[in-house]
């Protein structure tokens, strides 16, 4: 979608808990490659004072789909689906699993491709169109989902199938809702089926040259971290499955289990969690993971709680033989009790249990208690956020001088592989939370920019650098953006940030009745661009784990449907980020994470509780870019009120760092 600003043309777009702590290995740390698009630079002729335009290169996937085509051929498969998701509907998956990107060449983190015989289209959303117009050669069509006229994936599959064809998809990586709807829409278009292909066709493909599936260590979390037990846990899950008069739940969404069992592994970078699928019943608990993975003192942790230890590749035989043996005892006592499935479990879960005669979909209690953290949780993501908040404003200030001052060339991996290391010296420090997004003037305006080493820009401190990063600590998960000048920004750049910065405020000042959902928060956040006919094309928060994934469910603020069904609860941590991209030039966003918290009002109209936020990130904003004049005295109370709270909490980390602290000083001075 392209909009007009009236300033120019624009498009939107280590202390171990216990003994085996030190186990685990750095996240995100795997070196697998998957032979996905490199990125290279080129001088643009444009009127904007960027330096440069990321080029992201092709990748020629004639040959892939022609080998795919002739398995199709050869299983009677008229077009093909494939998913970005992994078994589990993660949203960060692991190398091997990105089919995706391997049969496209189009590495963003949210999309679908669909294959015909004469055909190929990829699906994504508004924060990927820049990179995945960049990244698809001339098989791909690219359906640009959201806007106006262009179908989703799901029915421009349904209308390639019509005339009879059938449609398939490995069934492991679909959710069992999505698939019913699916086959509905190809029928409706005259298409014979949705087919569930067990051999998942572009592994085949893929072959010799797919990463090896990981098998990384996995820990335990002290509950000094965790803050509840793991019997505690059981006890209350089991306390929801009774109300359900259920035979059980089987959870197969990966951080939900890592927060049940108080564990926590390396399977997916950048991911603290495992693969692994487990079923609780009313008297016994089984975790399905490979056991190599454990050492024995989890083992033996496990044991002590009561959970019992399966391979991981039993789960499908195990859940059809659990189907059969309850659908016999349904039978003799007359009962209709059947197994609970998260609404994102598989498809291929669903059918191994025996389909809808016995499998419930629910919202998943794992996910609606995980979201809701505990005092100890709360706690430690205020500490971790202080920590890490010092780490970036050391960087901030190390990357001005050296650009400034110095007159040093950095470029957009190198500037990340510094804060990575300063990060690094933090204590309880594990890893990344997702890889950074260290960008630099039209960068910027892809939304998810991932710099690649050898081929990213360099800095330049005449332009916009935004920055998004985040780490995992033992207490806590940290995501914060940050977008800063380092010269004279244009009138543009001022004024689309101060309008950011309006609406990041402005969501964080928001107190709201209980019962209230992210759907409806979602506008606040963009009231003062929608003023001047600007938007954004991504969520403005979603939620965030406790040493867990930087993107949890299932709140979040944004027009995501899924976000008006939860409302917003005491306890739930979130991102604040709006942010404005124009493309070809700059970025903006900007990114604080909010715990909700009861707030006490003058008034409690209906008798309910009043609920607001606390912000715990503790970076300051960049002062050149914010034009106090749009700002009302009460924003700029509450602008300095968090600076004093920044440099109060931060100060001390710098006290023989001279230049750090004179950095900090000048930052968060009173507007």
């Not at 290995?25 to 904007?48: D, E, M, V, Y």
């Not at 965790?226 to 197969?252: C, H, I, Y």
């Not at 920590?387 to 110095?406: C, Y």
């Not at 594990?430 to 998810?448: M, Q």
């Amino acid at each position: 979608m392209t909009i007009i600003l009236p300033f120019s043309a624009l498009s939107v777009t280590s202390r171990p808990a216990i003994s085996f702590i030190n186990s685990t290995s750095r996240l995100g740390a795997r070196p697998w490659n998957i032979q996905i698009p490199s990125i290279t630079t080129s001088r643009p002729l444009c009127r904007f004072r960027s330096t440069f335009v990321i080029r992201m290169e092709k990748v020629n996937t004639s040959a892939r789909l022609a080998e795919l085509r002739k398995l199709m051929s050869e299983n009677d498969v008229d077009v093909y689906i494939v998913p970005s998701e992994d078994s589990h509907s993660s949203e960060y998956i692991a190398p091997c699993d990105a089919r995706r990107a391997f049969i496209s060449g189009f590495t963003g983190s949210a999309g679908c491709a669909v294959i015909t015989h004469e055909k190929a289209a990829l699906a994504t959303d508004g924060r990927y169109f820049n990179q995945a117009s960049q990244q698809l050669d001339e098989n791909w069509l690219l359906l640009k989902q959201g806007l106006q006229d262009v179908p989703t994936w799901q029915e421009w599959s349904a209308d390639q199938a019509a005339g009879g064809k059938v449609v398939a998809v490995d069934p492991t990586l679909l959710t069992s809702g999505t698939a019913k709807k699916l086959s509905e829409k190809i029928k409706k278009s005259g298409g014979k089926e949705l087919a569930p292909v067990e051999v998942n066709l572009v592994d085949k493909v893929w072959g010799d040259h797919r990463p090896p599936h990981p098998n990384e260590p996995i820990i335990v979390l002290g509950e000094n971290f965790a803050g509840k037990d793991v019997k505690t846990k059981l006890a209350n899950l089991r306390k929801e499955l009774e109300k359900k008069k259920s035979l059980g739940f089987v959870v197969s969404m990966l951080d939900e289990i890592a927060w049940l069992f108080n564990l926590r592994g390396n399977d997916i970078p950048y991911n603290p969690v495992f693969f692994s699928y487990a079923i609780i019943t009313a008297d016994e608990a089984t975790l399905y993971v490979d056991s190599s993975k454990l050492s024995a003192a989890c083992q033996s942790y496990l044991a002590k709680n009561g959970v019992a230890i399966k391979p991981y590749t039993t789960i499908f035989d195990d859940a059809s033989a659990l189907g059969k043996s309850a659908e016999t005892m349904n039978g003799e006592t007359g009962n209709t009790k059947k197994f609970l499935i998260s609404n994102k479990a598989s498809w291929a879960l669903k059918r191994a249990l025996g389909g809808s005669d016995m499998v419930e979909e629910i919202r998943s209690p794992i996910g609606d208690s995980k979201a809701v953290k505990n005092e100890t949780e709360l706690e430690g993501m205020r500490a971790c956020h202080v920590r890490d908040g010092a780490a970036l404003i050391e960087f901030f200030a190390w990357l001005e001088d050296e650009l400034v001052a110095k007159k040093a060339t950095i470029d957009e991996v190198e500037a990340a592989d510094k804060l990575e290391a300063l990060r690094a010296k933090q204590r309880d420090f594990v890893g990344l939370s997702f890889p950074t997004i260290s960008s630099t003037g039209p960068n910027a305006a892809v939304i998810h920019y991932k710099p690649e080493r050898g081929s990213c820009s360099v800095i330049d401190p005449k332009a916009v650098y935004l920055c998004d990063s985040g780490a995992q600590y033992l207490d806590g998960t940290t995501d914060t953006t940050r977008t800063l000048h380092f010269g004279e920004p244009t009138e543009a750049e001022i004024e689309a940030y101060t309008l950011v910065l309006k609406g990041n405020i402005a969501l964080d000042r928001a107190i709201f009745p209980k019962g209230t959902t992210g759907f409806a928060l979602d506008g606040l956040a963009r009231q003062f661009l929608w003023q001047q006919g600007l938007d954004y094309r991504h969520g403005t928060g979603h939620g965030v784990g406790s040493y867990l994934n930087v993107h949890e469910g299932p709140i979040g603020i944004g027009t995501r449907i899924q976000y008006s069904e939860v409302s917003l609860s005491p306890g739930n941590v979130i991102s604040d980020e709006p942010g404005y991209y124009e493309d070809g030039s700059f970025g903006i966003r900007i990114e604080n994470i909010i715990m909700v918290k009861e707030v006490q009002t003058k008034h409690k109209f209906g008798d309910k509780p009043y609920l607001g936020f606390e912000h715990v990130t503790m970076v300051p904003y960049c002062r050149r870019l914010i034009d106090s004049s749009l700002l009302t005295d009460a924003e700029k109370k509450w602008l300095n009120d968090y600076n004093a709270d920044i440099w109060e909490s931060t100060k001390g980390y710098f006290r023989n760092d001279e230049l750090t602290t004179a950095w900090l000083k000048r930052e968060t001075q009173p507007f």
